[in-house]
Every structure is written in structure tokens, then in C-alpha cells.
Nanobody, 113 residues
Framework: QVQLVESGGGLVQPGGSLRLSCVAS????????MHWYRQAPGKQREWVAT????????NYADFVKGRFTISRDNAKKTVSLQMNNLMPDDTAAYYC??????WGQGTQVTVTS
């Protein structure tokens, strides 16, 4: 079955950086568009970024443009999210998702001074 495992979260000060990774198994990874979402406490889950399967076209939510970069390594079946200039409002659990609706368990990012 499909399994997505996120890692790379942690505690970071404002202005800092983190790199999240999501390793997939059970799918032909290079055929899947992949997404990152996040959910802050008490808020709805929101879309963060997408990278397409073939052309690797990327799209970002306005609130992360210029700060976050999504990428993929098909050989490693991994989608990554490089997060720079983190702000307290970026505090959330971050999840990867396939375009067929499979979710990982999430990784927590906390931005605080």
C-alpha cells in the first residue's frame, strides 16, 4: 500500500531554515504530482506547494512564495520542502500528499524565539 513518511521538522528561531522530506513507497513515484500542506493548531489544513510529475512545474501559496522551495528526487522517491526565512506563523504540522489523496503522518515545525 501507499506509505508517505515525512521528516525534518523541528524547533527553529524566526528567520531560520528547515528542510522537510517525504519518502514515498508503494507507488510509481515519478508518475505522481506531489503536494505539501500544513495545519496549525485550531486551523484548517491549508495547501502550501505542489510539484508536478513530468515537467516538475511548481506552484506555491502566496504566503510562502519566495521563501519555500519544493523539489523532488524521483530516484529516491522523495519530495522535499526547503523553508527559509521562517516566521512564527509558519508553525504547523506539515504533511505531504499524493494527487490521489494519500497522506503522510506529518512532521511538526515550530518557529519561536
Amino acid at each position: 500500500q501507499v506509505q508517505l513518511v515525512e521528516s525534518g521538522g523541528g524547533l527553529v528561531q524566526p528567520g531560520g531554515s528547515l528542510r522537510l522530506s517525504c519518502v514515498a513507497s508503494g507507488i510509481i513515484f515519478n508518475a505522481y504530482t506531489m503536494h505539501w500542506y500544513r495545519q496549525a493548531p485550531g486551523k484548517q489544513r491549508e495547501w502550501v506547494a505542489t510539484i508536478s510529475a513530468g515537467t516538475r512545474t511548481t506552484n506555491y501559496a502566496d504566503f510562502v512564495k519566495g521563501r519555500f522551495t519544493i523539489s523532488r528526487d524521483n530516484a529516491k522517491k522523495t519530495v522535499s520542502l526547503q523553508m527559509n526565512n521562517l516566521m512564527p506563523d509558519d508553525t504547523a504540522a506539515y504533511y505531504c500528499m499524493t494527487n490521489t489523496g494519500d497522506w503522510g503522518q506529518g512532521t511538526q515545525v515550530t518557529v519561536t524565539s
